[in-house]
């Protein structure tokens, strides 16, 4: 298959080529898609791909991203792809959805028909690992040594682990915002050997200097503006289907931050479509943090839409512009996805509209209670999962998500992430669902009475 760089705009004509280091389009500025063109894929894959999970013949076939490599095929045009795929030992993509039986009614649903799929379970605990493994491999494909990127952490932490493993220490250079980086995530970076750059200001403000430091320098960039991540991103979705028997469920529900998973899911359904291996595109929500609402306001008070492609530019210009005049900024216990200019709106306009989603807005307390609830099942996920959840059960509420759809939940990071919140959440007892230690003296009569109580 034929594999290029094309503007997302339909009536932009740009295309190139993928051996060049393109991030937004030459002709109009906006974002660009890996495309591909050719014979496409035979439902016969679905076997091979079936097959290479139960007897692997290399770490590749291990890996839950390059096991579909036919489905991101930008690395098998000579036919050495081996020489070329990165992988953290085949580790990265070993998910899969399953049921939680707590969480099921918590949130309202049929628990033989609610799943959720932990992308913790990444090897440095998110789903940047997935995104990672395809972009690295397309900046070792141009022979890059060095690679950077903004991040509230998880980002971070994924780029530094692989840099770590491809190009040896101090290949990865980290922008972060003051005081905008759970504990957890700092320390994954710091010890996998990134040069962490603290500036003033938020993640906006990070990302605005990495773009402008990744071109000054001829660095390659990391964040999910870089097509090549979404391309990973997708094995998301893959993976979320195989454990479906690829039958396509009613709704896929996910955290919206940087809006870099929404684009790939909606890319992913797409071309699955596309190609006849999937019959219908599931809908799809996009879950905001009350504190970081950029697209729940761009979609549901500004009524922006893509509109295939034909998007009011100049209503996104004005609401950025009120939002600086306001000095309005991302706060939310959900570190995550604390972000006020996503860099793939547009990319999320258009799965909204491809998968006739609906986006939503959740308070902190509601996330902060719905990752309790995992909790309570044996799991754990990092406060910006739980918004998941959170939009589920209001979802569900709202009658928007009937109780007898199938409905797969992404929880995109590992509870260890931020401890600091999990530890605060249940040293306040005004918690719904707190977890109180209870405090007595070194005394037996007194712990006997603590153990019995």
């Not at 890996?34 to 290399?58: C, D, M, N, W």
């Not at 979705?237 to 940087?258: A, F, H, I, Q, S």
């Not at 998007?311 to 004005?318: H, N, R, S």
């Amino acid at each position: 298959m034929k594999t290029s760089l094309k503007c997302i705009i339909p009536t932009c004509d740009f295309e190139g080529d993928i051996n060049t280091e393109m991030t937004k389009c030459p002709k109009c500025g906006n974002l660009l898609d890996v495309i591909y063109s050719g014979k496409g894929i035979p439902h016969s894959f679905l076997e091979l791909f079936k097959r290479r999970k139960a007897t692997p013949q290399s770490i590749f076939d291990k890996s839950g991203v390059w096991r579909f490599r036919e489905l991101l095929p930008f690395p098998l045009g000579d036919g050495n792809y081996e020489q070329v795929l990165v992988s953290l030992d085949g580790k990265e993509g070993q998910t899969s959805p399953f049921k939680l039986t707590e969480v099921a009614k918590y949130v309202g649903l049929n628990k033989e028909r609610f799943y959720l799929q932990f992308e913790g379970d990444n090897p440095t605990g998110s789903f940047k690992d997935n995104g990672m493994a395809a972009c690295f491999t397309h900046a070792k494909m141009l022979g890059k040594t060095k690679v950077v990127c903004a991040s509230t952490g998880n980002t971070a932490a994924s780029m530094a682990a692989f840099a770590a493993n491809e190009l040896g220490a101090m290949g990865a250079l980290v922008f972060v915002g003051s005081d905008k980086i759970a504990i957890g995530k700092l320390a994954q970076s710091l010890e996998y050997g990134a040069k962490v750059i603290q500036i003033k200001g938020d993640f906006d403000d990070a990302m605005k200097k990495v773009l402008e430091i990744s071109k000054k320098e001829n660095i390659y960039l990391m964040n999910s503006v870089n097509p090549f991540r979404l391309e990973g991103q997708k094995t998301i979705m893959y993976r979320l289907l195989e454990g479906l028997g690829w039958n396509t469920p009613d709704w896929v529900v996910l955290p919206g931050g940087n809006l870099g998973n929404t684009s790939a899911f909606g890319k992913a359904f797409y071309e699955l479509k596309k190609m006849g291996l999937i019959e219908k595109i599931p809908r799809i929500a996009i879950i905001n943090s009350k504190g970081a609402d950029t697209l729940h306001r761009i979609v549901n008070e500004e009524k922006i839409i893509w509109n295939n492609g034909e998007v009011d530019f100049e209503k996104i210009e004005k609401f950025y512009g009120t939002m600086d005049k306001e000095d309005r900024k991302a706060k939310t216990i959900c570190s995550a996805i604390e972000i006020n200019r996503p860099v793939n709106l547009l990319k999320a306009l258009r799965t909204i509209e491809l998968s006739k989603g609906v986006v939503r807005t959740v308070t902190d307390d509601e996330t902060l209670d719905a990752k309790a609830i995992v909790g309570r099942n044996g799991f754990g996920c990092e406060p910006a999962s739980a918004t998941t959840i959170a939009g589920i059960k209001n979802l569900v509420k709202e009658g928007i998500i009937k109780k007898s759809e199938v409905v797969v939940g992404i929880l995109t990071g590992n509870q260890l992430k931020d401890p600091v919140a999990t530890i605060d959440y249940h040293k306040d007892k005004r918690h719904k669902f707190a977890n109180t230690p209870v405090q007595v003296e070194n005394d037996l009569d007194e712990i006997t009475k603590a153990v019995s109580g």
